[in-house]
């Protein structure tokens, strides 16, 4: 479509009257929401739900990718502090420890030569750091995941799709508003 036929679409649908779109709707529903509009969770709901369980509230709500990739994102976070935790306590364990650097003295006798380990108090330090940074990771997955949980659950009805399209070597931006 070109966009002289989208200009003239714009302005054609423009310049219907507001009294024909008006007779389509005559009362007004006060009610409320209407069962099928209304979200599986309230926006509270989903920012708890997803703040205990980053990507449950996700999945209820039907955005099954976010909820993959925030689930993703947990695991390797805590996988991470695993490893991390693992690598601390070995060099504070080899902190004041000593290796055997050789069994024979320069001229060959048997002697047993020790060596401290190249383990230092910064390294100590600089993994703890590690594991308190993963830490940090995983509270802001969780923060993170709620607060998109909250915001689902505000737009659950809104049909908004935004995509990129490519179409005969352009590409663009897509947004899609279905009303």
Sequence with gaps: MT??????????LGLVPAAAVAQDAPRLDTAGPRAERRAPLSPRRAFVTSLVIPGYAQSILGRGRTGTMLVGFETVALVMIRESSANLREARRNLADSVIVSYVDANGAPAVRWQPTPFSRALVRAR??????????LVGNHLFSAIDAYVAAHLWDVPLEVGIRSTQGTRGLALRLNW
């Design 3 to 12: 966009w002289q036929r989208l200009a003239l679409r714009c302005v054609l």
């Design 128 to 137: 703890q750091e590690q594991v308190e940074d993963w830490i940090a990771v």
